[in-house]
């Protein structure tokens, strides 16, 4: 009956926790769970007169009802059923998992033998407050690592050894385990998030900071019924399979108990373990038989949850304040001084796990060594809510490299026993803790350092893609020339926004009434009263009036003032027919003064939209005049046409247009390398340098930088875009760039990317703009280009495009530059330590760019670290994706350029890889990280 009653007031204490999260802020911001808030209540009304109201009810039921409850919690554990398996992309994600696993265990191993030896240390200089023994700070790990349930365990045997009030002690430690594992870890989590550390955060949602979902959110989560109710639940069932396991655990018991000495006793207590033992051999002898498929994973799941919490609970119940009180600046001290140690360790090795989910691993270490594996777990889910990293399958398998901790609980075990005295068990401990470092050193478990205070380490290790955070950016490589912009480290800026629509991004649920920014991030979303009620006294507040607020938009990669700048050409966007694309020119020839001898330049011809299918000729812009260069851009930026006096004032031929050397041995065998020609002949200009020009695809002095930018961004914003791209500069587009930063006409962010093969020397001519934005400008690496576009037939692919009627005969298309001159602009790029984008549209050049890319960067791994780049990626294959995952380089995909040119791609490469374009998921299911992009101003703005 006493039992019943405990069980009954544990789950009063529950659903008070759970109100009182509801309605106190401070416990819903640090999402502290109802099963702690609990036991807090639970300990507190056990001290102050609960105890012995009910008959049996005291401080020792609840002892108890820990130790029961928590073998019942893993034998749980041993009955869940593993996850389906599934096809996995070549064992890599499994790697990772199992690496992760390893350095994880190890850690945790290594802080439990630290914890032990500060436990000691700091009892053993304060005891003498109380007169409390230094052994009892053995007890610290057994509480903070591995919780309330094996601190009762092992401390019921020690208190069979004669050591008095050891459980007491031990769930003092727990519980002030799970204090800091919430009231400190919840508040880190939260820092890491505002940093950009958790790579897959989505924030917190109004249901998650309550505790609860909402009616429209519930589901059915309970399982999967394997048996008929008529004959037995299924709940049944699983409870009856739990209560042989019980009974099996305590005949291993029985059989330990027969090994000699303190082994024996330690062994044969350890019902935690013996409990998982015989559930695995149930699970076995099920399996044998054929029906270990009654056995539902996510009931099974469900079980060990309740169990959890209720152990959680119950152990703070245990507690007698009476004893705590008598050795409290001990246990204080220790408590204080155990935890801030435990953060430091855990940031400090969980730095260099050498993932890109470090900091998911840091905060799962964190509160699992400071509270159990699902408070770890708990913590996880805050950064990684859908799972995206295998941070939470980290976890569970590194119960196996945890058990290298067995030497040290037996070590503590035997000082406690009396078999081995205490300077000789610190000495042990000590040694032991050597050992389990010198194993992390040896296997490897460190790695290049992934993210720092600051946010995401510039310093990635081999293979790691990583975001930058939005404050973290590059160091200066030498002291700027111009005065920076002040800091307002100090000054803090609020804003409310409400009364409109929000999205969140998150869950097209979400309704949050209002927003709270503080200095440029949100501080708060929710009901407008609570939101309200965070922001300060001076705080501004904007009426939206109905109006939507959302988020704005990163362009991975675009062509900022080259999309100002066509602004001021001849518009031929609209051009249906060539005959319009001759009338456009006509009528700005039309426009200009007399003597006015500039090249006439129009841009943004699209051959899919034009009546005649093809490409202008040089005859149809002979048309519009012989006596000064016309120029027209086709849509892709990657081929253009030219009239007779352009054409033969530069001296261009067919031979100009074709790759240099025979050392390229495009793959394929014929018709390689040969420029694609019209019907009358005409050669196709492709990235031709132009007379006076810069060395881009537009003269020098065609357009006015300043204005460009002001065009550009005023565009930009328009369409809520905030943080923009120049993705190929040249000298003249980086010297309108600085003017415009300078003269602080740039509205929003622009990181630029000098073209490398118009040299290497950018980030010295404009050093200013190396590191953090300058007048919101800076450079972010170099681009390389290595072939055309697809829609232009100008991508460099491994087989031949399909034929069109009138045409050539069909080829490959050709590169850029032959493999020589990439590694060379490569290594140059690497040297500097910059990050290097490389434009790679056909399946060929992805091919060039990834093996350049493996060959430099294992001899400069800062090639990799920097996070290079396949810019469109349109055509890359499986193969190659594959190879890019370890390189850790990012996949930036013109993912909309199937919705402009879906029909071109299929006619251009047959049905099979036309409709493969654009290969996102591909990328994704192979590990590779995915960015998309607009290519402005390639794609016409919508």
């Known amino acids: ?152 365990t092992f401390a019921g045997i020690f208190e069979q050894q004669g050591w008095d009030d050891a459980v007491n002690v031990g769930l003092a430690f727990a519980s002030a385990g799970f204090a800091a594992a919430f009231l400190v870890g919840v508040p880190l989590a939260k820092w890491g998030m505002s940093k950009g550390l958790a790579t897959h955060s989505m924030g917190i949602s109004d249901s998650v900071g309550k505790g609860y979902f909402r009616k429209e959110e519930e589901t059915e989560s309970m399982g999967t019924e394997t048996t008929f109710s008529g004959n037995i639940d299924t709940l049944t069932f699983h409870f009856a399979m739990m209560g042989l396991a019980y009974l099996l655990a305590h005949g291993l018991a029985w059989i330990f108990g027969h090994l000699p000495g303190f082994v024996g006793d330690t062994i044969s207590g350890m019902m935690f373990m013996n409990g998982l033992l015989a559930a695995y051999f149930l699970r076995w002898v099920l399996r044998k038989i054929r029906v270990e498929h009654l056995l539902d994973r996510q009931m099974q799941a469900k079980l060990t949850g309740f169990t959890t919490d209720y152990v959680v609970v119950a152990s703070f119940l245990a507690v007698q304040a009476a004893v705590v009180a008598a050795w409290l600046v001990p246990i204080l001290v220790t408590v204080v001084l155990v935890t801030a140690v435990t953060v430091a360790l855990c940031f400090l090795i969980g730095q260099r796990y050498g993932s890109d989910h470090d900091f998911e691993r840091t905060m799962g270490m964190f509160g699992t060594l400071t509270g159990t594996t699902p408070t770890g777990l708990a913590l996880v889910r805050i ?37 081995l005295g205490l300077g000789a068990a610190v000495g042990v401990m000590a040694a032991l803790t050597v050992a389990y470092f010198v194993i992390m050193l040896v296997t490897r478990s460190f790695s290049t350092r992934t993210w720092t205070r600051r946010g995401m380490s510039i310093k990635r290790p081999h293979g790691i893609p990583s975001r930058p955070s939005p404050l973290t950016r590059p160091p200066l490589s030498s002291p700027p020339s111009t005065p ?57 507040a904007v009426d939206l009036a109905g109006r939507t607020l959302m988020p704005s938009f990163i362009d991975s990669h675009g062509h900022l003032l080259q999309h100002g700048m066509l602004a001021s050409l001849v518009d031929l966007e609209n051009a249906s027919s060539i005959e319009e694309i001759v009338t456009a020119f006509r009528d700005r020839l039309a426009q200009r003064e007399a003597g006015d001898h500039t090249p006439l330049v129009g841009a943004k011809y699209d051959t899919q939209l034009l009546a005649e299918g093809r490409h202008p000729t040089r005859a149809d812009l002979d048309a519009v005049t012989t006596a000064l260069p016309v120029f027209a851009l086709h849509r892709s930026m990657h081929v253009a046409v030219g009239n007779s006096f352009l054409v033969d004032g530069a001296g261009l031929t067919r031979r100009d247009a074709r790759p240099r050397g025979r050392a390229l041995r495009p793959l394929c065998r014929w018709h390689a390398g040969r420029v694609r020609r019209g019907a009358s002949g ?34 930009y914003l328009r369409h809520g875009i905030t943080t923009a791209q120049e993705g190929a500069a040249d ?212």
Not at 78 to 99: A, M
Not at 503 to 512: E, G, I, N, R
Not at 688 to 715: H, M, S, Y
């Open 731 to 942: 000298p003249a587009t980086i010297g309108g760039l600085v003017a415009a930063a300078r003269a602080e006409a740039l509205g929003l962010d622009v990181v630029v990317y000098p073209v490398v093969q118009l040299g290497t020397t950018a980030f010295d001519e404009h050093a200013e703009f190396a590191g953090d934005y300058v007048g919101r400008l800076r450079l972010g690496g170099y681009k390389m280009i290595l072939d055309g576009s697809p829609q232009a037939r100008s991508a460099w692919m491994s087989e031949p495009y399909q034929p069109i009627e009138g045409d050539e005969e069909p080829g490959c298309a050709y590169p850029i530059h032959n493999p020589e001159e990439v590694e060379a602009f490569t290594r140059a790029v690497a040297e500097q330590g910059r990050q290097l984008i490389v434009h790679c549209n056909g399946d060929a050049a992805a091919q060039l760019w990834v093996e350049t890319a493996e060959r430099i960067g294992a001899e400069h791994p800062a090639l990799l670290e920097a996070r290079p780049v396949m810019i469109h990626a349109q055509t890359v294959r499986d193969d190659q994706l594959e190879r890019m995952a370890p390189l850790g380089m990012i996949a930036s995909i013109f993912s909309c350029h199937t919705w402009f040119w879906g029909d071109v791609h299929l006619r251009n490469f047959g049905p099979e890889r036309g409709r493969r374009v654009s290969p996102a998921r591909s990328a994704l299911d192979r590990g590779v990280r995915v960015t998309l992009h607009q290519d402005t101003p390639v794609t016409p703005r919508t």
């Open 682 to 715: 005409d050669v196709g200009l492709r990235r031709a340098p132009l007379p006076g020009g810069g060395g881009g695809l537009l003269p020098a002095g065609i357009a006015d930088p300043l204005r460009a930018a002001e065009l550009a961004v005023a565009d």
């Open 1 to 152: 009956m006493s039992a019943l009653f405990g069980l009954s007031l544990i789950g009063i204490f529950c659903v008070i926790g759970m109100a009182l999260r509801r309605w106190i802020p401070a416990l819903r911001t640090n999402m502290v769970p109802a099963f702690v808030i609990a036991g807090f209540l639970g300990a507190i009304a056990m001290n102050v007169g609960l105890s012995g109201v009910l008959e049996g009810v005291d401080h020792e039921l609840f002892t108890m009802l820990t130790a029961q409850l928590f073998t019942l919690s893993f034998i749980s554990i041993g009955l869940t059923p593993p996850p389906t398996s599934t096809k996995g992309d070549g064992g890599k994600t499994q790697k990772v998992l199992l690496r992760g696993a390893w350095a994880m265990g190890l850690t945790w191993t290594l802080v439990f033998s630290i914890q032990a030896l500060i436990g000691v240390g700091v009892v053993a200089a304060t005891g003498r407050f109380g007169g409390m023994d230094p052994i009892y700070g053995f007890m610290v790990p057994f509480a903070f690592a591995q919780g309330p349930g094996q601190a009762v």
């Open 484 to 540: 920076r912009p002040p800091r307002t480290k100090d000054l803090i800026v609020e804003t409310l926004y409400h009364s409109g629509r929000i999205l969140t991004m998150v869950d097209q649920d979400d309704a949050p009434e209002a927003v709270l920014v503080r200095n440029g991030r949100i501080a708060a979303i929710g009901p407008l009263v609570e939101v309200r009620a965070r922001a300060s006294a001076g705080a501004g």
């Open 383 to 419: 950064l990684d809510p859908r799972m995206r990293t295998t941070t939470m399958a980290e976890m569970g398998l590194m119960n196996l490299p945890e058990m290298l901790y067995i030497p040290a609980m037996l070590t503590i075990s035997a000082a406690f026993a009396g078999e």
